[in-house]
């Protein structure tokens, strides 16, 4: 077992923390869409996506390896330093949770500790080769490929279903929501998992308990793996309900396409060692789904906030980590003063978040009138366009246009 110092203990216990806020902050990215079509109840579905993150956190440790031995430079980074980054990242998982925005919590890590590290050691230690290759090319490329890969599965499961029976179709596809949600989670704990064990990985070599270029220890993989699955059970209920109505209205069939389109790029990702964004994978998905069904409409508004948000994400924890490890430079005063300061602003927006409490029992309670707005909302140029182009069938502008009071429209979902 490793020796430990205070100091080393204070940063594996805040990397847990932030795992755990890892967790509940992600957790849509798996389970809004089947929460907000019925398929699964809310608690139902956190529970399952728990225990599938933990089982993910263990099937490898490429993502891990990427962050403890090849994003900075060992030899520069000293304990303080992480847990600089860490407070960086913590608070950017918080304040976005706060207002419900599905931001990346994997940007923020990466933002937090290169600001840290920066500050610390200068941007020589800082490998940008690995920074480019790793995180910010996949950051592009992911929700790219997973959008085109949704778009193309969408369009191919209407073609194949169009002479089935609409019922049985539909029940199909909500346990294929179910399953592809399953594998979500597993994907989501194989990435996401491994970023704190990578941290805490970089934290034992930096204060000298590991030898470098060494493997994440099993305790850190097991106390990884829980820590996600304890977070994403208790289950970052205000981003389900901003991600169960806002980028686009699908049906189950979209739901499927888009889950096991994103599943499918975060596990390839996490086996290369990729460092990407399940957040943004996701959300790439759900707009190809929202783009593949002819007259489906994707709210640009809406996700132009969410582009500003992403790339807001890395150099705003960037400046928190840099400006804490200034702070920790101090010595362990300076530290006690960072570590106050994060479990105060904790504190307080939590507090804050009691305001208007949003749980289980709530989270699909806004729909009707939420839905309603967001059906107000323009679609955008680039949707109308679309649209124009390819009008839709009768059976399919149903699902896009207000139907009468007597009418009985079609089930579906909005993620």
């Given at each position: 077992?490793?020796?430990?110092?205070?100091?080393?203990?204070?940063?594996?216990?805040?990397?847990?923390?932030?795992?755990?806020?890892?967790?509940?902050?992600?957790?849509?990215?798996?389970?809004?869409?089947?929460?907000?079509?019925?398929?699964?109840?809310?608690?139902?579905?956190?529970?399952?996506?728990?225990?599938?993150?933990?089982?993910?956190?263990?099937?490898?440790?490429?993502?891990?390896?990427?962050?403890?031995?090849?994003?900075?430079?060992?030899?520069?980074?000293?304990?303080?330093?992480?847990?600089?980054?860490?407070?960086?990242?913590?608070?950017?998982?918080?304040?976005?949770?706060?207002?419900?925005?599905?931001?990346?919590?994997?940007?923020?890590?990466?933002?937090?500790?290169?600001?840290?590290?920066?500050?610390?050691?200068?941007?020589?230690?800082?490998?940008?080769?690995?920074?480019?290759?790793?995180?910010?090319?996949?950051?592009?490329?992911?929700?790219?490929?997973?959008?085109?890969?949704?778009?193309?599965?969408?369009?191919?499961?209407?073609?194949?279903?169009?002479?089935?029976?609409?019922?049985?179709?539909?029940?199909?596809?909500?346990?294929?929501?179910?399953?592809?949600?399953?594998?979500?989670?597993?994907?989501?704990g194989t990435n996401d998992a491994q970023k704190t064990m990578g941290i805490i990985t970089l934290a034992l070599v930096a204060g000298g308990a590991l030898a470098p270029a060494s493997d994440p220890p099993l305790w850190v993989i097991?106390s990884a793996g829980v820590a996600i699955a304890l977070g994403t059970y208790l289950g970052g209920w205000r981003i389900i309900r901003t991600m169960g109505k806002g980028l686009t209205d699908l049906q189950p069939q979209q739901g499927?396409?888009?889950?096991?389109?994103?599943?499918?790029?975060?596990?390839?990702?996490?086996?290369?060692?990729?460092?990407?964004?399940?957040?943004?994978?996701?959300?790439?998905?759900?707009?190809?789904?929202?783009?593949?069904?002819?007259?489906?409409?994707?709210?640009?508004?809406?996700?132009?906030?969410?582009?500003?948000?992403?790339?807001?994400?890395?150099?705003?924890?960037?400046?928190?980590?840099?400006?804490?490890?200034?702070?920790?430079?101090?010595?362990?005063?300076?530290?006690?003063?960072?570590?106050?300061?994060?479990?105060?602003?904790?504190?307080?927006?939590?507090?804050?978040?009691?305001?208007?409490?949003?749980?289980?029992?709530?989270?699909?309670?806004?729909?009707?009138?939420?839905?309603?707005?967001?059906?107000?909302?323009?679609?955008?140029?680039?949707?109308?366009?679309?649209?124009?182009?390819?009008?839709?069938?009768?059976?399919?502008?149903?699902?896009?246009?207000?139907?009468?009071?007597?009418?009985?429209?079609?089930?579906?979902?909005?993620?």
């Amino acid at each position: 077992m490793e020796s430990f110092s205070l100091i080393l203990a204070i940063v594996v216990v805040t990397a847990l923390a932030f795992d755990f806020t890892n967790g509940f902050h992600d957790t849509a990215n798996a389970m809004a869409t089947t929460i907000s079509t019925g398929a699964l109840k809310p608690k139902v579905a956190v529970a399952m996506s728990a225990v599938l993150n933990l089982v993910g956190a263990f099937l490898s440790v490429e993502v891990a390896n990427t962050i403890s031995k090849g994003l900075v430079d060992e030899a520069g980074i000293r304990p303080e330093v992480i847990f600089a980054a860490l407070v960086g990242a913590i608070l950017w998982n918080l304040l976005t949770w706060l207002v419900g925005l599905p931001s990346s919590s994997s940007h923020a890590l990466m933002g937090g500790l290169i600001g840290a590290t920066v500050a610390s050691a200068g941007f020589g230690a800082v490998h940008g080769d690995v920074l480019v290759t790793k995180v910010l090319i996949p950051a592009i490329a992911a929700p790219l490929v997973a959008g085109l890969a949704a778009m193309f599965a969408t369009r191919l499961t209407y073609r194949l279903g169009k002479k089935a029976d609409g019922k049985a179709s539909e029940k199909g596809y909500r346990a294929g929501q179910i399953a592809s949600a399953g594998l979500v989670s597993v994907a989501h704990g194989t990435n996401d998992a491994q970023k704190t064990m990578g941290i805490i990985t970089l934290a034992l070599v930096a204060g000298g308990a590991l030898a470098p270029a060494s493997d994440p220890p099993l305790w850190v993989i097991v106390s990884a793996g829980v820590a996600i699955a304890l977070g994403t059970y208790l289950g970052g209920w205000r981003i389900i309900r901003t991600m169960g109505k806002g980028l686009t209205d699908l049906q189950p069939q979209q739901g499927f396409a888009a889950q096991t389109s994103a599943a499918t790029v975060i596990l390839a990702s996490s086996h290369l060692g990729f460092s990407l964004s399940t957040t943004h994978s996701v959300s790439g998905a759900v707009m190809g789904a929202g783009l593949g069904r002819k007259g489906g409409v994707v709210r640009w508004s809406t996700a132009t906030r969410m582009f500003v948000a992403w790339g807001l994400t890395l150099p705003a924890a960037a400046l928190v980590g840099a400006i804490a490890e200034l702070v920790c430079r101090a010595g362990s005063w300076g530290t006690a003063v960072v570590a106050v300061f994060l479990v105060a602003s904790s504190a307080a927006i939590w507090k804050i978040s009691r305001r208007e409490v949003i749980d289980h029992t709530n989270v699909n309670g806004h729909d009707e009138a939420d839905g309603s707005a967001a059906a107000e909302e323009s679609a955008g140029v680039v949707t109308a366009a679309m649209a124009a182009v390819t009008p839709p069938p009768a059976g399919e502008l149903s699902a896009t246009i207000p139907a009468p009071a007597a009418a009985d429209p079609p089930a579906k979902t909005t993620v």
